[in-house]
């Protein structure tokens, strides 16, 4: 089975300024909520992060939300295993005249204090670990979270969305004479399946906090995510209809969990 740490050489400067999400943005970043990647705003609404919390970040890239965090008065604490990112981290940081710890380690080194944290997020990160990794990344954030504290983990795709749910919306397009790919575009890389280790689904997710001993939670859908602006409204109405019943599992995707010790 590949770990995380076997390919770590993939994750490159290349990879932060070029591919991850909000790359376009980060060049102008500075450092405010309206200056975030949708994604990240959504991160620090899930997690109700304020000032007085102190957060910490594993997978943080390129560290917009540990620096937002900062700029506030938060604490924040970033971790990542690629020194790419936290290079570029630090950087901007730096250029905002900010203090932010970043470490560039594995998660798993990583030898806090139990109750050290009110939040811990992890954003687009667990799907690049294993599954054994991510067993023990759970664990681990469990420990480090302060009692009532709060953690936030956002993934995609829904791995029944691209199992079931994507062949059916790839036929109904075909209905409207738009042929999309057989295989879903994120999947085409020659470097997918050293990217993505370990996708998630709502009962996978559900299934690892409660391992980790996790007994109030919450795993949900990102609906705001719109990719056609012309058909936006009837999307927007279609999976906020869908993310009220069942069939959410089959034809959302972008999901998370907030988790509470």
Do not use: W
């Amino acid at each position: 089975m590949i770990k995380s740490t076997d390919v770590v050489e993939i994750y490159n400067q290349n990879y932060f300024l070029e591919q991850v999400d909000g790359f376009k943005e980060f060049a102008s970043f500075n450092g405010t909520f309206g200056a975030m990647f949708p994604r990240y705003q959504l991160n620090v609404e899930l997690l109700n992060l304020s000032s007085e919390h102190s957060l910490l970040e594993i997978g943080c890239g390129r560290g917009e939300v540990c620096i937002y965090h900062a700029l506030t008065g938060g604490a924040a604490k970033g971790v990542d295993y690629s020194s790419d990112a936290i290079n570029l981290a630090k950087a901007k940081a730096s250029s905002l005249g900010l203090s932010v710890e970043f470490v560039n380690s594995s998660f798993d080194q990583i030898r806090d204090q139990p109750d050290s944290y009110d939040r811990i997020l992890a954003s687009e990160f667990i799907e690049h670990i294993s599954k054994d990794e991510g067993e023990l990344f759970f664990k681990s954030a469990y420990s480090m979270l302060k009692p009532k504290g709060k953690l936030l983990v956002y993934t995609m795709p829904n791995t029944l969305f691209r199992r079931y749910g994507y062949p059916v919306y790839r036929f109904l397009n075909a209905l409207r004479g738009k042929n999309l790919p057989k295989v879903m575009d994120d999947m085409v890389s020659e470097h997918y399946r050293l990217y993505h280790l370990n996708e998630q689904s709502y009962f996978t997710l559900s299934s690892f906090v409660k391992q980790a001993g996790f007994k109030k939670y919450s795993v949900g859908y990102d609906i705001r995510k719109i990719s056609d602006s012309s058909e936006a409204g009837i999307k927007r109405l279609l999976k906020s209809v869908l993310s009220k019943t069942p069939f959410r599992h089959v034809f959302l995707t972008n999901l998370y969990v907030v988790a509470e010790k």
